[in-house]
């Protein structure tokens, strides 16, 4: 598959990180030379900006960055282009869920993250809420829950581990970001490679010119890409980029 790749957009735990949450230096070598050649190389991932920031200033990218699942979307001089919230009523459905299920729990918020275990609002309403997020062993309950979420129309549901459930507002998911972007930076998806591993990177594998899965990548994600690259303690980013982007 020969595709003129201007934009790489990475996701990063299980993808560009490792289990240790470091990058390797292959995978940072192989960023480096991708936009010496030219090329955009973005992050896109479903942290909030505090827990992605230092990773991705550390490898000097130059161009916007994705976060909270493109809950919001910074410029490369790390201006908010864009915030979409959960309605608060939505919150309050789901903290019940969790509460009622004896869930763990957290939400990144425009006011700061919480979850379970730190002091989780009590004022709902006052918060600006950007993702809600459950981690639950149980597949029966998981799956509950997960049903529960999918009837609302007004939320994005997916993961980004196969422990967990994340929920956005309806539409906003790592593609939809993406191409935004590439509005901004005047090219198309065709032209943009994905890579990542879990149901929260599905949107933008799917619909990106090259969709790149990890070979930790749940099962779904694996069907739907054009390929499997290696996994995330094997520098599977830094794979991808030399054989789908590197001259
Ligand atoms: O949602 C998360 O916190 C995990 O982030 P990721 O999308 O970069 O894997």
New binding site residues.
């Given amino acids: 598959m020969k595709k003129d790749i201007q934009l790489i957009a990475l ?6 990180l490792r289990n240790d949450h470091s990058v390797s230096e292959e995978n940072r070598e192989a960023i480096k030379t991708a936009q010496e050649q030219g090329k955009a190389v973005m ?5 909030p900006l505090l ?2 920031e230092k990773i991705v200033d550390s490898l000097n990218l130059s161009t916007y960055l994705i976060t ?2 493109g809950g919001e979307i910074w410029s490369p001089e790390r201006t908010l282009i864009e915030r979409t919230i959960i309605d608060s009523s939505h919150v309050e459905f789901m903290l019940d869920m969790a509460l009622k299920h004896d869930t763990h729990y957290w939400s990144s918020t425009v006011e700061g993250v919480f979850n379970k275990n730190t002091t989780f609002p009590k004022n709902i309403y006052d918060f600006q809420w950007l ?1 809600f ?1 459950f981690d639950i062993k149980d597949d029966d309950v998981r799956e509950l829950i997960w049903n529960e979420l999918s009837m609302r129309e007004e939320l994005e549901v997916t993961n ?2 196969m422990t967990n459930i ?1 929920v956005n507002a309806a539409g906003i998911n ?1 593609a939809a970001a993406i191409r935004k972007v590439c509005k901004r930076l005047n090219i198309s998806m065709d032209e943009v490679m994905a890579v ?3 149901l ?2 599905l949107a933008m594998i799917k619909e990106s010119g090259i969709g790149v899965a990890m070979e930790n990548a749940q099962p779904k994600v694996k069907e739907a890409a054009d390929w499997v690259t290696h996994s995330n303690e094997d520098h599977g980013v830094a794979e991808a980029i030399r054989r789908f982007v590197l001259k």
């Fill in positions: 996701d990063m735990d299980g993808t560009l992050v896109s991932t479903g942290r827990y992605a909270v699942n993702k997020g980004s581990s994340e790592k990542g591993d879990s929260n990177d």
